[in-house]
Each structure stands twice: as C-alpha cells, then as structure tokens.
C-alpha cells in the first residue's frame, strides 16, 4: 500500500433514510482523496427489512436496490444505480472499496414454515428447556420481487440452525431447530459467550449444509465481478464457524487474487482471544482492535485517573499490529446502539492522535466522528480539527518512531521521517493537567524552532544541538509539534504548489 493507507467507515447509524448516501459519496470521492483516504467501507448495500433497516436485517443479498422488495426499489442508502457510480467515483480517484459483508443471519421472510425445534436457555443455548414441538417460524425466502433472476436458490427452515419467532402463538424466545445434522456450530467453532454464541438474531444461517455454503460463495463471487469492490468487511464473525469462515475468503482469493482485502468484525476485548481466533483461521485476514477501542472508551469517561501508558494493554495493534485495523468508534459502539461504548468528545482527538500518527496498524475513520452523529443522542462531527490530524498523517507520520510513554498522565512519541517524507512530527497527549515531554526529533534540526501544527499552542519550540526539544501540550488536549516553517497556511501552499 503506497503511503500511509487509511481506511473510511462512510455510514453511521442513524443516517436519513432519504436514499442519498451514495449520490454523497460519489460527490465526496474527490475531498476523501485530499484526506488521504486510500479505502472506503460502505454500509450494506443489498436489500433489508425496509428502508430505514442499516442493512443488518438482510433479506436479500442479490437486490443492491433494483428490485421492488420490501416497500421500495432502493435501499436505505440509494439505488444499484447510485451503488455501482459511486464505487466509480471511488475508483477514479484511486481509493479501494470494501463492502459490508452480513451473513449470519437473515431477516424479513416472505413465508413462514412448520418444523421442530427446541426452546433453549438464551444464558445458556447448549441447554434446553423444553423437548422439540413443531413451530411456525418466518424462515421461506422466494423473493418474489427478483423472481430467479441472478440465482434460483430458494431458502427455507433446513437451511437455517435457529430463530427467535413462533408465529403460531406469537411467542418469542431462542429456538433451536431440531432435524438431520441440526444444532448450534461446534462450541470451539464460535464464541463461548451464552454457552454458544452460533444463534445471534433474525434467522440463524446453517453453514453446516452444503448448499448454502455452496450458494453463499456463488453470492460473493457474483458480487465481487458485478461491482468490482476491492474487499469485504465480515459482520459477527464470532457467531459464524470459524472454519466456513476461512474457506471463504480463501474461495474468494482464489478466484480473485490474493490482493483481496478482507477485515472481521470479532467483538472482544481481550488480545488472547483475538489471538486464537487469528490463529484458528491462520492469519487469513484481519480484525478490527476492539481491545485499543475499549482503552479509548475507558480512557475518555475516567479522565485523569486513567493511565494513559496503559492506552495498549491487550490490544491487537501491540501485539500483532499487521493484522490490527485501529479505530475509535463505529455504528455498534455510538450512542444509543447495543454495543454503545462511545468515546467521550473530549478524548477523540487524542485517541485519533494515537491511531493516525503512529506507525502501527490500518486505522479507519468514523463516518460519524467526522460528519456528526443523528439519532436520539446527536454527536456533532470533529471535521476541522481531524482535518489537521489526517494531513499529518498523510505528510508527516513516516519513518522511525519513538515513544516516550513514561507518565500516567503525559505521553508522547515522535516521528522521524523518510527519504520521502523527511519532515517528521512530535505528538504530545495529555489527560489531566498541561504538560511537556522532552524528546528527540533529529540532529538535523538543531537550532531550529517547532510549532504545534493543531493550534493548540502558540509558542515555539527550539531543537537543542543533540536533537531533543521539550514539547508542550494544554491539559486534556493534544499538540503536534512540527518543522516552524511547515505551519498550516504555508503546509497547504506548498500542497497547491506541488499539484
């Protein structure tokens, strides 16, 4: 990846449902070049539940918003139309597309379907409370709309392991469906919360049956080739066997190269079981660091009290940074979403600092965090300050790094730069009160000033004959100390002058 790559989640929650999203990003491809932006994340872009469904209640993975299926032609997010120009868009200005990727469950059934099944513990999904009854659940997918067209397959209760919905009486609870080679995924196949995590919503996808797995990778081979996107995020993998999960993106690079992108979404705090994961499915792709986003959540409600030399522990980006994609938030943990651990506004520039300035990990940008947040709990966007810190990133964040993590309280690191970007950086974090660190940027730079490029400060700092200056940074605030000749008005001249 040329530069320092950096990965886009273009959607929030709780975005209008006015099916505009993708005429904005083909609008905005443009801009998120200028910022660096080498890949953006979609949200799911097939059909849903209805149009105000994100795209987690996926009904039909075929219809990318050109069939009338529930309620409407498009989806939340626009039209295929829409879809494919604004990967376009994306394309033309060198930025990767990766695609949001649900296939644990399925939602919005056109018919329901008797079959047996077991009522089961939702502490404990092992358990059973109850001996197998016949149900009706909402588990027939002919999707009238589309008819064949694209694929013929038709999905009923055989190809799913449970749901949450007996029609009959309206009662809801956590069925296990009973029958030949059923039951919930091997225990050490998925996550071992509630006993076994394989049942999580909607209807339960049974990759044990050959011809859904069979079909699945049809799907995303016809996906791949009719909208040409550059990888694939993976929703809920803890819930889905590790092992389909593998032979899945191994199915795709070998159809399509093994330049194919591919990021798992595996929600654990705790870098030993992320480990085992990546390691069950040997290293095939990545995962995001929910561990270092945790530490951020932690760091920004405990204030002062928290280390911030502890701002790593058992993250993935410490311990196996190529395999790490950083970030602060998402849609899952924003206000008001059931994974809600959102990081305080006041410590979002900081933690943004930690994963855009310094050398490991992919890290991504939330949507969310840059534009604002809608909902029942509206965050506003941090645009012109991450403004600042994604041109550092882009200009500045390059060659040998030094970290100077020795206070609770004040940390810091420096960049020295490279043959192509010879214009290192200092970054400075502080969670309690104003403070300093003394670190090292360069002999070259002896008898030279540094200035804070995020404005924070005013003052200069002077580089001493052995290359250390003494940085200073506001209490609860973030300082990037660069080159005095580099200051913003003149960073973004020389940008015009160079293009």
Known sequence: MAGNGLMMQYFEWYLDDDGQLWNRLKEDATHLKELGITAVWTPPAYKATGTNDAGYGVYDLYDLGEFDQKGAVRTKYGTKAEYLAAIEALHAEGIAVYADVVLNHKAGADETERFRAYEVNPENRQEKRTDSYEIEGWTKFTFPGRGDKYSDFKWSWEHFTGTDFNNENGRKAIYMFKGFDKGWAEDESVDNEHGNYDYLMYTDIDYSHPAVVKEIKKWADWYIKETGVDGFRLDAIKHIHDHFVQDFVETIRAQHGDDFYVVGEYWKYRYGTMREYLEATDFTFDLFDVALHQNFHAASQQGKEYDLRNLFEQSLVAKNPT??????????????????????????????????????????????????????????????????????????????????????????????????????????????????KDMYVGEQYAGQTFADYTGNREEKVEISEAGNGRFPVNAGSISVWVKDAITQEQAFDADAVEE
Not at 337 to 353: C, D, H, I, M, N
Not at 361 to 370: A, H, I, K, R, S
């Open 323 to 436: 395999h790490a994609v950083t970030f602060v938030d998402n849609h899952d943990s924003q206000p008001s979403q059931a994974l809600q651990s959102y990081v305080e506004p006041w410590f979002t520039p900081l933690a943004y600092g930690v994963i855009l300035l310094r050398e490991q990990g992919f890290p991504c940008l939330f949507y969310g965090d840059y534009y604002g947040i809608k909902g029942p709990n509206p965050v506003e966007g941090q645009q012109a300050f991450l403004d600042k810190l994604l041109y550092l990133r882009a200009n500045h964040a390059y060659g040998e790094q030094r970290d100077y993590f020795d206070h609770g309280n004040c940390v810091g690191w420096t960049r020295l730069g490279n043959e192509d970007h010879p214009y290192g950086l200092a970054t400075v974090i502080s969670n309690s009160d104003e403070g300093f």
